[in-house]
């Protein structure tokens, strides 16, 4: 914004200029920029309030000076004679839009109207002179007000100002905070911003607050470019937040910015937003951090499913740092001793193998791997198909895979339960003294999907191995016993 005279100093980008310059105090003083522009006693208290007026000043100034290359001393000097002389007309404005109560809708029309420079004004006078009435800090009363006139104005001028207002009302952390909801509530906050940026599916959820609702509505009316971009703003900064969408559920966190992600695509004027493209790029690449990933790739039963769910977050992430993550959790995959035995999903028919290796092979083709690594991906499910064929799907008692709640417990320690057949368990890692040969008594806890159940075993150590242990098992109550049996015949 680069002002030469009063006029310009009122209008839409020199009040944006003013939102952004002055948002701490206007979250202060529970105002919106409208006001702050056109309401002289505003304009008073702001003069009043210490240095605020210069620091905003010196800001527009070097904001001005970088852009068109002029000394900022001297930008100062100008900027300030023109304030003067805008708070100077808003000030005389103010007493003839009060002198003439023209303060509904068809009177800001008829002031809008008055005139090709003075009319905006008076019109930006009036809208300011509403909103005060509700007091400072009663957002919905404002936000109430900003709704009530723009279902009657005509005026493009008042509309305009208006909608710009709501904008406002929409980025002031307080007024947000009201209308809209917690920061603290992600999910919250990005269904409100993707109802104004136009998502009919966002738009038909019942736990948008009744703000958000309203402003929907209105928006199948008219437009509202500017609260549009202002909630595209926020999105973004909500986005690039450090906040989980789903916070402790790392399958919902997965699931949510999909959806997410999905949503904005069907966006036009979303998804040709480049810096929202990046940031929504920057928080998929967050899904492979440990702390999601790991607990992600646990609940997946059977080897396969986990090389599936790798491979698709390869597919979707185009970061280059995450997708070698993702190559090594993939390696780390494939390359251990059980990733046949583990392969499919216990209780799997020989079609439903044979699915199974079918989708994984397609997931390697789809994934953007480079040569070498596809081919090798591809030699090892080929190979391990075969293993299933030489079996001859022969119904012996498998091997699962152990969810992430299942446990041993060793001399009143908890160590993970890697994975455990009728005969025969690993767990790990374990820092404990052990060597192969070695018995003692562990209880095994399992809180899985298949099978909760809690029992006491004698076990023999067979190895250990980079801090997993193998070990024979055997379990003196024979109703567990049974229980075990059936279980796994089952499978």
């Not at 000076?65 to 708070?87: F, H, L, S």
């Not at 909500?238 to 402790?248: C, E, G, Q, T, Y």
């Amino acid at each position: 914004m680069f002002c030469i005279s009063a006029n310009e100093a009122l209008d839409a980008p020199a009040r944006e200029t003013l939102f952004r310059v002055a948002q701490p105090h206007l979250e202060h003083a529970r105002i919106t920029a409208t006001e702050l522009a056109f309401d002289p006693r505003e304009q008073r208290r702001l003069l009043n309030a210490g240095t605020r007026f210069q620091e905003f000043v010196q800001r527009v100034a070097i904001l001005q000076g970088q852009t068109m290359k002029n000394p900022v001393t001297e930008r100062v000097r100008q900027i300030i004679d023109i304030v003067d002389e805008a708070m100077r007309m808003i000030e005389q404005v103010a007493r003839e839009v009060a002198a003439s109560h023209e303060t509904n809708a068809a009177g800001i029309d008829r002031l809008a109207a008055s005139d090709p420079v003075l009319g905006p004004i008076r019109a930006g006078v009036a809208i300011a002179s509403t909103l005060a009435t509700t007091g400072p800090g009663d957002w919905i009363g404002k936000a109430n007000r900003c709704l009530t006139l723009f279902d009657s104005l005509t005026h493009p001028v008042a509309l305009d100002i208006v909608d710009q207002t709501l904008a406002e009302l929409v980025r002031l952390k307080p007024a947000s905070t009201t209308l809209i909801g917690s920061p603290e509530n992600l999910p919250l906050i990005v269904r409100a911003c993707l109802m104004i940026a136009g998502d009919t599916d966002a738009g038909s959820s019942v736990n948008a607050a009744p703000f958000v609702q309203a402003l929907v509505a209105r928006q199948k009316k008219r437009p509202t470019p500017r609260t549009v971009q202002s909630a595209v703003e926020v999105l973004k900064g909500a986005l690039a937040s450090p906040a989980s969408m789903v916070k402790r559920d790392p399958t919902q966190e997965i699931k949510q910015t999909r959806s997410l992600r999905d949503r904005i695509t069907n966006l036009p004027r979303l998804v040709a937003d480049r810096e929202l493209q990046e940031i929504l790029a920057r928080r998929m690449s967050r899904l492979v951090a440990p702390e999601l990933l790991e607990p992600l790739v646990a609940r997946e039963i059977g080897a396969g499913r986990k090389a599936i769910l790798l491979l698709g977050l390869h597919c979707e992430i185009g970061d280059p740092g995450a997708r070698k993550h993702l190559v090594t959790h993939l390696d780390q995959l494939v390359d251990s001793r059980e990733f046949k035995d583990e392969f499919f999903v216990p209780g799997s028919s020989h079609d439903e193998k044979r699915a199974l290796v079918a989708q994984v092979g397609q997931a390697i083709t789809n994934a953007d791997l480079i040569d070498i690594k596809r081919q090798r991906y591809q030699a090892i499910v080929t190979t391990t198909f075969a293993y299933l064929g030489e079996s001859g799907d022969r119904r012996i008692s498998p091997r699962m895979i152990a969810g992430p709640e299942d446990r041993i417990q060793i001399g009143g320690v908890r160590v993970p339960l890697r994975n455990w057949s009728e005969t025969g368990l690993m767990f790990g890692p374990y820092n404990g003294l052990i060597a192969p040969g070695q018995r003692m008594r562990a209880t095994v806890m399992l809180r899985n999907a298949y099978i909760a159940m809690g029992f006491e075993a004698e076990l023999e150590i067979v190895r250990q191995v980079d801090g997993l242990v193998g070990a024979k098992y055997n379990c003196p109550d024979p109703q567990a016993r049974q229980r075990i049996k059936a279980h796994f015949r089952a499978a």
